[in-house]
């Protein structure tokens, strides 16, 4: 079992910047490849960035790519989410997300490639 906890939302105006934080528990964390998903009342699920267990296979939605960047620090079981440049569209929750499968091609991008998932935390962009 490993549980995820989402930190570091809140309100921006446009433009700003936020660095959201995802801190599991678990001893393997190192080995799960990770990911963040926003969603809104209007719209499903949508993925957002994914980073593999090393850290050195990123993805990004169109939207976010050149604006936010995914990270990881193993050593203290977190990965983050730089999130710049922000825009109203991007106001959503936040989801951390994680696996023990190393997904490919377009499963990265797929919500039910994750099994676990924190509560997600709440980022509101206005002008």
């Known amino acids: 079992q490993v549980q995820l906890v989402e930190s570091g939302g809140g309100p921006v105006q446009t433009g700003g910047s936020l660095r959201l934080s995802c801190v599991a528990s678990?001893?393997?964390?190192?080995?799960?490849?990770v990911a963040w998903f926003r969603q809104t009342p209007e719209k499903e699920r949508e993925f957002v960035a994914a980073l593999n267990w090393n850290g050195d296979r990123k993805h990004y939605a169109d939207s976010v790519k050149d604006r936010f960047i995914i990270s990881r620090d193993n050593a203290k079981n977190m990965v983050n989410l730089q999130m710049n440049l922000l825009k109203l569209e991007d106001t959503a929750a936040y989801y951390c997300a994680a696996t023990a499968f190393l997904p490919d091609g377009q499963t990265w991008y797929s919500a039910s490639t994750y099994d676990w998932w924190g509560q997600g935390t709440q980022v509101t962009v206005s002008s």
């Open positions: 678990g001893r393997t964390f190192s080995k799960y490849n």
